[in-house]
């Protein structure tokens, strides 16, 4: 047991924490090299809650509602769509009431003929009746026209980037600068209210932000802290390159209120870390900063052969211990692999489109979400290609025994879209994770991996969305396997490609920022 180090940690996530395994391995190691380490991050649909991993405290906490602004084109519709109800809910109600309203109406009309019995009253004078009909036709008419522009209205509100959204952006980003983002996004006003109170009450001495929303959360919590009299640091775990979210299909307004948002609050933070050399660079240019920021890799664990680990005996809930076996194959039949979220930029569909020129290979992936629109969109995709006995869909596999289950296929591959500047960049999780499983790796054109690939010698490179390409460097690979992993055996090869080295970067800085604790 690592001796206790002074000094409390509290990192902050704005995810749920299952499934991002940067964060969980940060919070273990950091607990498990001495320091007090809490882990806050946003409750799922079940609630929040509380548990460890390792020594690391997790609060999963509920994100708190404020009151929506209105947006520009919001308030616009109300113009083009006067008759319109405030809300969809309110428009509904009204159309149902008077469904009520004309049954009755409808029921008198007939009642007084449609009597039986030994008793029957008068029938009821019909002047009454004609007005009353006239009214409820007038009423109907009325709630029909409002509901269909309640309808319009609702919908033309969206999320839209068009001409009204621009005039905001520009008009906010004039009138407040960096400070913009309170306007045109202000979800991150959401997170520093439901955490404020659990980080007060922990009273960190450091505060870890894992990615762009939780810079502001931590920088603000520190400024409180310090005007308190307590001097807390802040590290800004940088994961993306925020500027270069524009091509994930984000509107101007929104990318506008994230750059503003991170600009605004990185003069309060005392280190930044990062993911990959390429986006430390781009870091220091884009903010002017005095020093590069500290790169720690996405690395797994180190896999130690003949050392299982304790979850040595982890398996699916199947009862499966790796991907081979989960699938039901042989040894002998070619596997593929891929691990991580499931979305259109990931290209999935690319392998899937590969295994028609591969007749014998199967693929398993290892994602996040196995009834999304996007996974079943393959699952049609599969079928129409003839392939589906040869895909095998499974959910996350946790990171610490993920290198072990991954080990017995033959190759990883990682098909992410060339062109977002984030792609380019990214030296990402399953890149390192397929190495330590000591496979060989097939990836696309995007820059950064590819460089890599091509100079460790530990795979091919295929041009992005291109199915027959893929199938070609799967094929290579395949056919002279041992050439590709040769590389793994030099001295030291994966040890710097390892969580443990990586991991030792954040000990170093801690223990800078924390020095004067004693």
């Not at 509100?157 to 913009?180: I, L, N, P, Y």
């Not at 130690?304 to 039949?333: H, I, K, S």
């Not at 017995?408 to 591959?413: F, L, M, R, S």
Request: aromatic content about 6%.
């Amino acid at each position: 047991m690592q001796e206790r180090r002074p000094g409390r940690v509290v990192m902050l996530v704005d995810n749920t924490i299952d499934g991002d395994s940067r964060v969980q391995k940060s919070a273990r190691a950091m607990a498990e090299a001495g320091w007090e380490v809490h882990l806050i991050g946003r409750a799922p649909a079940s609630g929040p809650d509380k548990y460890k991993i390792g020594d690391a405290r997790i609060h999963r906490l509920t994100l708190r509602r404020l009151p929506p602004r209105k947006t520009l084109r919001r308030r616009l519709s109300r113009l083009r769509y006067p008759l319109s109800y405030p809300t969809q809910d309110r428009a509904i109600l009204k159309t149902q009431s008077i469904k009520v309203i004309w049954a009755e109406l409808e029921m008198n009309k007939v009642a007084s003929g449609a009597r039986t019995g030994i008793s029957k009253e008068p029938q009821t004078k019909q002047l009454p009746m004609l007005a009353q009909r006239a009214a409820g036709k007038l009423r109907r008419t009325t709630i029909k026209v409002r509901a269909r522009q309640t309808t319009a209205r609702t919908g033309s509100w969206g999320d839209q980037d068009g001409a009204w959204e621009e005039v905001e952006r520009r008009f906010w980003s004039t009138a407040m600068g960096d400070r913009a983002w309170r306007r045109l996004d202000p979800l991150p006003l959401r997170y520093e209210l439901s955490y404020r109170e659990k980080i007060e009450k922990l009273k960190p001495d450091l505060i870890h932000a894992h990615d762009f929303r939780m810079i502001g959360v931590a920088a603000r919590a520190a400024v409180r802290a310090r005007q308190s009299g307590r001097d807390v640091k802040v590290i800004y775990d940088a994961h993306e390159f925020v500027p270069g979210l524009a091509q994930a299909k984000r509107s101007r307004k929104w990318l506008a209120s994230q750059v503003a948002y991170e600009r605004e609050h990185i003069g309060f933070v005392d280190a930044i870390v990062t993911v990959s050399p390429a986006l430390a660079e781009m870091l220091e240019t884009e903010h002017g900063l005095a020093e590069r920021p500290e790169v720690t890799l996405n690395a797994p664990p180190k896999l130690v052969p003949g050392e299982e680990g304790e979850r040595a005996d982890w398996t699916t809930a199947e009862g499966a211990r790796d991907v081979r076996e989960a699938c039901g194959l042989a040894p002998d039949v070619p596997l593929v692999v891929y691990c991580g979220g499931a979305a259109p930029q990931r290209c999935l569909h690319t392998i899937v489109e590969s295994l028609q020129h591969t007749p014998d290979v199967h693929a398993a992936f290892m994602i996040n979400n196995l009834d999304g629109d996007y996974v079943n969109s393959l699952r049609a995709l599969a079928a129409e290609l003839g392939v589906a006995d040869r895909i095998h869909l499974m959910p996350y596999v946790p990171y610490d025994v993920l290198v072990r289950f991954l080990s017995t296929a033959d190759v990883g591959i990682h098909p992410l879209r060339k062109g977002p500047v984030n792609h380019e960049v990214a030296l990402s999780t399953k890149f390192f994770e397929f190495m330590q499983a000591r496979l060989p790796v097939v990836v696309s054109d995007v820059k950064a991996m590819s460089d890599e690939v091509t100079r460790v010698g530990n795979g091919e490179v295929f041009r992005s969305e291109d199915s027959k390409d893929l199938a070609r460097a799967v094929g290579m690979v395949l056919n002279d396997r041992d050439r590709y992993t040769a590389a793994y055996d030099e001295p030291g090869m994966l040890d710097q490609w390892s969580w443990e080295a990586q991991a030792e970067k954040y000990v170093v800085l801690y223990e800078r920022l924390l020095k004067h604790l004693g």
